[in-house]
């Protein structure tokens, strides 16, 4: 049996059912597509103990916009996307109190680098409170992978958060995706924050409440697909048997679109745009342009 990995919710939602013979509803779990900005949504609620049992997550809300009108060059989709992202970020902060943005990932790495490019496009304010009365304090933090610093994003970000003192904190990271089609092509945001790797395998300390003692809000995209995922998902396609298959080389490999680094870089404008206008709702898209020129 090839193991199949995912972060997405909505996809641990759609492979529960299916293991269970396409049933219409999971127990513990309430889940409904619905549309913003002309962009389909699926909201994915995990309610008690049975739903995280079912799906694998903990108790929370999970939002997935699907952005593949990005790729499509659709009229105003840069917009309507950021728009989109905001109007679902907006409702899962606190509404005053300073925020701390913490971008995940290895800047080196194109398909990790989602969370520390997004800094690039975030309005940080923490140190302009006499220049900007009227503007929301945001701090911004990269969050350096263990490899290289020795240390886990969970340790810097709540290093950071004991000085901010913040009312909530946004972690932001590449995501594992089940399904070729959602990479680069979905937005996931939640209220139950993350556990960086977990979606390679390679799981990390957790981000959430429970640690930091604020709301924790993740914003992620996927951006990899397993070998053993992707196998699955081509066989699928083609009619083939996976249960036929003695073994696959490549364990522990991923795969990422050819075109990731234009991807990434869109994306991360995106993301730091639309918590931008999440938390600065007096601003509009092209002032952001202005200000972060």
Not at 54 to 62: E, F, M, N, Q, S
């Amino acid at each position: 049996m090839l193991s199949i990995r995912t972060d997405l919710a909505a996809e641990a939602h759609q492979l529960r059912r299916e293991s269970a013979g396409n049933v219409t509803s999971l127990p513990g779990v309430a889940a409904r597509d619905e549309e913003r900005e002309g962009l389909p949504l699926t909201r994915v609620e995990v309610l008690d103990g049975a739903g995280e049992a079912a799906l694998g997550k903990p108790r929370g809300v999970y939002l997935t916009l699907d952005v593949s009108a990005l790729w499509r060059r659709e009229e105003d989709v840069f917009g309507r996307t950021v728009r989109a992202a905001a109007e679902l970020l907006a409702p899962l902060l606190p509404e005053e109190g300073p925020v701390l943005a913490a971008g995940l990932g290895n800047p080196a790495m194109t398909a990790d680098a989602l969370g520390p490019r997004m800094l690039d496009h975030l309005l940080v304010t923490r140190h302009l409170g006499e220049v900007l009365p009227g503007f929301r304090s945001v701090s911004g933090l990269g969050a350096g992978v263990l490899g290289s610093t020795g240390m886990e994003a969970a340790e810097w970000v709540r290093g950071a958060a004991d000085h901010v003192k913040p009312s909530a904190v946004v972690v932001v990271d590449a995501l594992a995706a089940r399904s070729l089609d959602r990479l680069c092509s979905t937005i996931q945001i939640s209220d139950t924050g993350l556990i960086p790797g977990s979606g390679v395998g390679n799981h990390r300390m957790a981000l959430n409440r429970d640690g930091l003692g604020v709301p924790v809000i993740s914003v992620g995209v996927p951006t990899v697909v397993s070998v053993e995922t992707a196998a699955k998902d081509l066989l699928a396609q083609a009619g083939g048997d996976e249960e036929k298959i003695p073994g696959i080389r490549g364990r522990g490999l991923f795969v990422t679109p050819d075109n990731i680094d234009v991807r990434v870089r869109e994306l991360a404008k995106v993301v730091g745009y639309a918590l931008d206008l999440a938390l600065q709702p007096g601003l509009e898209l092209e002032d952001l342009e202005a200000l972060l020129a």
